[in-house]
């Protein structure tokens, strides 16, 4: 695609070569031929260096570039949008179900639903208009897949798992398996490990996205939810009877235990960890590696470390030892001045 055209698809406006390109890159890995962009004047230095071909750059750009120049309103938005055009169309379900699925006959089917190769649709399912289910996904008995929802292959759906519409679950998404409940009691004097029955459900509202081999756990009673909209990224643990309220982000390899409840727009970062049977207020964010082990009333909205506190805390913390060596220095100095004086 010619740069000329490629900058009225993007409202655009081009300085320089009209060059041919084909795809996109960043700036520092960009090749002949490739579109990059930058959006803020500290990456200069990765501008003038970029070997791409154009770069997408905002009407405010004053500090130049080794190559064409498309100016746009956002360049991150308009690089997204021209990747979309390089990028190869993105495969076609059909409408359908394959000859190798299993479909229970007592499952409802909406219209213009794809069942993809060696799927299991267990009895009383319920799959909604528009939904693409691809290959081996199993759906347990009672399951309902909201319209428009996309499963990805190796997806597993225990028995009464609920979708919302639009929901997307990348490969290897486990939603329902039981949760970590167990009672311990002691017969003679031996501890009995005694499994307590996980009889509830997992429900997502409309609009939740989840990654690739992420775990949410069925509830011991009532249902673990996962309110409209939420982000959950790959290889994230939650527990049952969590409740998350929605619009809310958790980012690879965290864990929230059992019955917590997130409030609505929170961001909990990777491989952060909280405690099981605590709330987590609207709008707040747990840092990266941090351990939550109470309640967060909304009063901090950012925490980090383990125990999570505030950042004007936590880099107090991490101050200290550079405060006490300080410290040593000086008082070691005062002690020489005090010598000094003595002998006089």
């Given at each position: 695609?010619?740069?000329?055209?490629?900058?009225?698809?993007?409202?655009?406006?081009l300085?320089?070569?009209?060059?041919?390109?084909?795809?996109?890159g960043?700036?520092?890995?960009?090749?002949?031929?490739?579109?990059?962009?930058?959006?803020?004047?500290?990456?200069?230095?990765?501008?003038?260096?970029?070997?791409?071909?154009?770069?997408?750059?905002?009407?405010?750009?004053?500090?130049?570039?080794?190559?064409?120049?498309?100016?746009?309103?956002?360049?991150?938005?308009?690089?997204?949008?021209?990747?979309?055009?390089?990028?190869?169309?993105?495969?076609?379900?059909a409408?359908?179900?394959?000859?190798?699925?299993?479909?229970?006959?007592?499952?409802?089917?909406?219209?213009?639903?794809?069942?993809?190769?060696?799927?299991?649709?267990?009895k009383?399912?319920?799959?909604?208009?528009?939904?693409?289910?691809?290959?081996?996904?199993?759906?347990?008995?009672?399951?309902?897949?909201?319209?428009?929802?996309?499963?990805?292959?190796?997806?597993?759906?225990?028995?009464?798992t609920?979708?919302?519409?639009?929901?997307?679950?990348?490969?290897?998404?486990?939603?329902?398996?039981?949760?970590?409940?167990?009672?311990?009691?002691?017969?003679?004097?031996?501890?009995?490990?005694?499994?307590?029955?996980?009889?509830?459900?997992?429900?997502?509202?409309?609009?939740?996205?989840?990654?690739?081999?992420?775990t949410?756990?069925?509830?011991?009673?009532?249902?673990?939810?996962?309110?409209?909209?939420?982000?959950?990224?790959?290889?994230?643990?939650?527990?049952?009877?969590?409740?998350?309220?929605?619009?809310?982000?958790?980012?690879?390899?965290?864990?929230?235990?059992?019955s917590?409840?997130?409030?609505?727009?929170?961001?909990?970062?990777?491989?952060?960890?909280?405690?099981?049977?605590?709330?987590?207020?609207?709008?707040?964010?747990?840092?990266?590696?941090?351990?939550?082990?109470?309640?967060?009333?909304?009063?901090?909205?950012?925490?980090?470390?383990?125990?999570?506190?505030?950042?004007?805390?936590?880099?107090?913390?991490?101050?200290?030892?550079?405060?006490?060596?300080?410290?040593?220095?000086?008082?070691?100095?005062?002690?020489?001045?005090?010598?000094?004086?003595?002998?006089?």
């Amino acid at each position: 695609m010619k740069a000329s055209e490629l900058a009225v698809q993007l409202g655009g406006v081009l300085e320089g070569t009209d060059v041919e390109l084909f795809a996109c890159g960043g700036l520092e890995e960009a090749r002949a031929g490739d579109l990059s962009f930058c959006k803020d004047p500290k990456h200069v230095k990765l501008v003038a260096e970029t070997k791409a071909s154009c770069v997408l750059l905002p009407p405010d750009w004053t500090l130049g570039a080794p190559c064409a120049i498309i100016r746009v309103e956002d360049p991150n938005h308009a690089c997204m949008k021209a990747a979309a055009l390089f990028a190869p169309p993105a495969p076609v379900r059909a409408p359908g179900v394959h000859p190798t699925a299993i479909v229970d006959p007592s499952v409802k089917l909406g219209v213009n639903v794809h069942i993809g190769p060696y799927t299991i649709v267990e009895k009383n399912a319920v799959v909604g208009d528009g939904a693409v289910i691809e290959a081996q996904v199993f759906i347990g008995e009672y399951c309902e897949v909201g319209a428009g929802s996309h499963i990805y292959p190796q997806v597993t759906l225990r028995e009464g798992t609920k979708l919302g519409k639009g929901v997307i679950l990348h490969c290897g998404v486990r939603l329902g398996g039981d949760g970590y409940g167990y009672n311990t009691t002691f017969e003679n004097g031996l501890p009995k490990i005694e499994k307590i029955p996980q009889l509830g459900i997992v429900e997502l509202g409309d609009g939740v996205e989840i990654g690739s081999n992420t775990t949410i756990d069925r509830a011991r009673i009532g249902r673990t939810y996962i309110g409209p909209m939420t982000k959950i990224d790959n290889l994230v643990q939650i527990g049952h009877n969590v409740k998350v309220a929605g619009y809310s982000g958790i980012i690879a390899q965290a864990g929230v235990a059992g019955s917590t409840q997130i409030g609505s727009g929170c961001l909990i970062w990777a491989q952060a960890g909280i405690s099981g049977h605590i709330k987590i207020a609207d709008g707040v964010q747990v840092g990266p590696q941090a351990g939550v082990p109470q309640s967060l009333d909304g009063s901090i909205k950012y925490v980090i470390g383990t125990p999570a506190t505030s950042m004007k805390d936590m880099a107090a913390v991490a101050l200290a030892p550079k405060l006490i060596q300080k410290t040593r220095a000086e008082l070691k100095a005062l002690k020489a001045e005090v010598a000094e004086l003595k002998k006089v």
